[in-house]
């Protein structure tokens, strides 16, 4: 089955960019769509589509992909951001088809 | 707006049945659109298991498809899992969502979620 990885924790300043990369083989040939998890709460989507945004999410949050990696960039990070952030793709090759990445810890200095 | 909620019991024993349900709130099942289950073991990441269309048309993630079943009751607007054969490795908060198709190069993501409900299997 296809496999995302991603690091374990980034950790930014306030105000600076984050950046949360997530890499799978040829992942650029896929819609790849971000998720973010507060403590006790439900994922919510922030990025779909590699880099459009749903309704309500600030335009700090964006998204891009291309070859290996997809990446989730955050500017002026700040610290309600402070999250566990999931890629996911759909892998229609696979008899795994939703396949999500281990996420990443985005820690707010 | 769409808004899901899980509901079922918080406790189940080993070898048991879990069961859950999914009510849909702003939104008619009927209208399309797949459903899913996608669990989160305490501390660890999402795992999904599996998914439903308004006609009943089901996928289920390979580990777990032997001990999952997943219906729909458009009637009440709502669609359940049921788990076999449960273990302590089954205790997870589990999620209910909405799986949208994505546009661009195919696939689908969960773009409304319900807010989880812990399932704990102990005796």
């Known amino acids: 089955s296809y496999v995302l990885t991603q690091p374990p924790s980034v950790s930014v300043a306030p105000g600076q960019t984050a950046r949360i990369t997530c890499g799978g083989n040829?992942?650029?040939?896929?819609?790849v769509h971000w998720y973010q998890q507060k403590p006790g709460q439900a994922p919510v989507l922030v990025v779909y589509?590699?880099?459009d945004r749903p309704s309500g999410i600030p335009e700090r949050f964006s998204g891009s992909n291309s070859g290996n990696t997809a990446t989730l960039t955050i500017s002026r990070v700040e610290a309600g951001d402070e999250a566990d952030y999931y890629c996911q793709v759909w892998d229609s090759s696979s008899d795994l088809p939703v396949v999500f990445g281990g996420g990443t810890k985005l820690t707010v200095l | 707006q769409v808004q899901l909620q899980e509901s079922g019991p918080g406790l189940v024993k080993p070898s048991e049945t879990l069961s859950l349900t999914c009510a849909v709130s702003?939104?008619?099942?009927?209208?399309?659109?797949?459903w899913g289950w996608i669990r989160q073991p305490p501390g660890k990441g999402l795992e999904w298991i599996g998914s439903i269309y308004h006609s009943g048309s089901t996928y289920y993630n390979p580990s777990l498809k032997s001990r999952v079943t997943i219906s729909v009751d458009t009637s009440k607007n709502q669609f359940s899992l049921k788990l076999s054969s449960v273990t302590a490795a089954d205790t997870a908060v589990y999620y209910c969502?909405?799986?949208?198709?994505?546009?661009?190069?195919?696939?689908?993501?969960?773009?409304?979620w319900g807010q989880g409900t812990l399932v704990t299997v102990s005796s």
């Open positions: 702003g939104y008619s099942i009927s209208s399309g659109y797949y």
């Open positions: 040829n992942i650029g040939s896929k819609s």
């Open positions: 969502a909405r799986q949208m198709v994505a546009t661009i190069l195919g696939g689908y993501y969960f773009d409304y």
């Open positions: 589509d590699d880099s």
